[in-house]
């Protein structure tokens, strides 16, 4: 679900989301204050599950579903009233769906890091360095604009310069890959910033680097227990998940926000 946020990739996401507002018709969910009585779907174990909780207490029901594409397809078919979901995934589906618009007010700000034991203090410490690396020399940047830059603009993906040096062995990431553009499954192969970010680190720190997909909320205990190295999915930096795994420094900043069905006769619009 998580300050370093390029300037560049706010501007663009502020245009785009605004592409997806529209104007709500009466007595659907037009903002934050209509969420309380409201059938809330969320996907399990994110910081967005984590939010909407509160609002039990004030009448709504919260519908949680392992996946957020199935929180989505109970939206369209009138099993919720909206969805709490990541900017970048709610531009993804509203892209896909017509059906679907994204309300102009966030419903919370969170910055995204990468999770790993708190006993790799020099992981930790390496993973801060070539993070600092990549931001200045404006990788970062490019990742993320060949998954939301104008498709006619968009740099080239990521690739590993020839030659990278192996000799740490394999870095084993967790991930969960149904949250485009951070991670998804394209053509078999699980792709998005997240993952070119994770081969640009490992190429930087001598790594090969390993995909394992799981369950999102799967990632942490996967870190603890030592079956991955690092966790990284889009995951909000939170006190409580501090209380089981080191950070990073954030790598970008993301917005929860509220996705409803469009009005009956119109359509939204979004892009990446």
Same mark, same amino acid.
């Given at each position: 679900m998580?300050?370093?946020?390029?300037?560049?990739?706010?501007?663009?996401g502020?245009?785009?989301?605004?592409?997806?507002?529209?104007?709500?018709p009466?007595?659907?969910?037009?903002?934050?204050?209509?969420?309380p009585?409201?059938r809330?779907?969320?996907?399990?174990?994110?910081? *967005?599950?984590?939010a909407?909780?509160?609002?039990?207490?004030?009448?709504?029901?919260?519908?949680?579903?392992?996946?957020?594409?199935d929180a989505?397809?109970?939206?369209?078919?009138?099993?919720? $009233?909206c969805?709490?979901?990541d900017?970048?995934?709610?531009?993804?589906?509203?892209?896909?769906n017509p $059906?679907l618009h994204i309300l102009?007010?966030?419903?919370?700000?969170?910055?995204?890091?990468?999770s790993?034991?708190?006993?790799?203090?020099?992981?930790?410490?390496?993973?801060?360095q070539?993070?600092?690396?990549?931001?200045?020399d404006?990788?970062r940047?490019?990742?993320?604009?060949?998954?939301l830059?104008?498709?006619?603009?968009?740099?080239?993906?990521?690739?590993?310069?020839?030659?990278?040096?192996?000799?740490? *062995?394999?870095?084993?990431v967790?991930?969960?890959?149904?949250?485009?553009?951070y991670?998804?499954?394209?053509?078999g192969?699980?792709?998005?910033i997240?993952?070119?970010?994770?081969?640009?680190?490992? &190429?930087r720190?001598g790594?090969?680097?390993?995909?394992? &997909?799981?369950?999102?909320?799967?990632i942490?205990?996967?870190?603890?227990?030592?079956?991955? &190295?690092?966790?990284?999915?889009g995951?909000?930096v939170?006190?409580?998940?501090?209380?089981?795994v080191?950070f990073t420094?954030?790598?970008?900043?993301?917005r929860?926000?509220i996705v409803?069905?469009?009005?009956?006769g119109?359509?939204?619009t979004?892009?990446?």
């Amino acid at each position: 679900m998580k300050k370093t946020v390029l300037l560049g990739a706010l501007a663009l996401g502020a245009l785009l989301l605004a592409a997806c507002v529209q104007k709500a018709p009466e007595g659907a969910v037009r903002g934050v204050e209509d969420l309380p009585g409201r059938r809330i779907g969320v996907q399990l174990g994110t910081t *967005g599950d984590l939010a909407v909780t509160a609002y039990e207490a004030k009448g709504s029901s919260v519908e949680r579903f392992s996946k957020s594409v199935d929180a989505i397809q109970a939206l369209k078919v009138g099993a919720v $009233d909206c969805v709490v979901i990541d900017e970048m995934p709610a531009r993804a589906f509203a892209a896909k769906n017509p $059906d679907l618009h994204i309300l102009e007010t966030p419903f919370v700000t969170e910055d995204y890091a990468i999770s790993l034991s708190p006993t790799r203090q020099d992981l930790l410490q390496s993973l801060n360095q070539a993070l600092a690396d990549l931001i200045a020399d404006g990788t970062r940047d490019a990742i993320v604009a060949h998954y939301l830059g104008e498709a006619s603009r968009r740099p080239p993906r990521y690739q590993s310069p020839p030659s990278v040096d192996r000799s740490r *062995g394999r870095l084993t990431v967790a991930t969960a890959a149904e949250f485009e553009p951070y991670e998804y499954v394209d053509k078999g192969e699980v792709v998005g910033i997240d993952i070119d970010l994770m081969r640009a680190l490992c &190429d930087r720190l001598g790594f090969e680097l390993v995909v394992e &997909d799981m369950a999102f909320d799967s990632i942490l205990a996967a870190v603890q227990s030592g079956k991955a &190295d690092v966790g990284i999915a889009g995951m909000t930096v939170t006190e409580e998940r501090q209380k089981r795994v080191a950070f990073t420094r954030p790598y970008a900043s993301a917005r929860q926000v509220i996705v409803v069905r469009a009005p009956k006769g119109q359509s939204a619009t979004a892009g990446r």
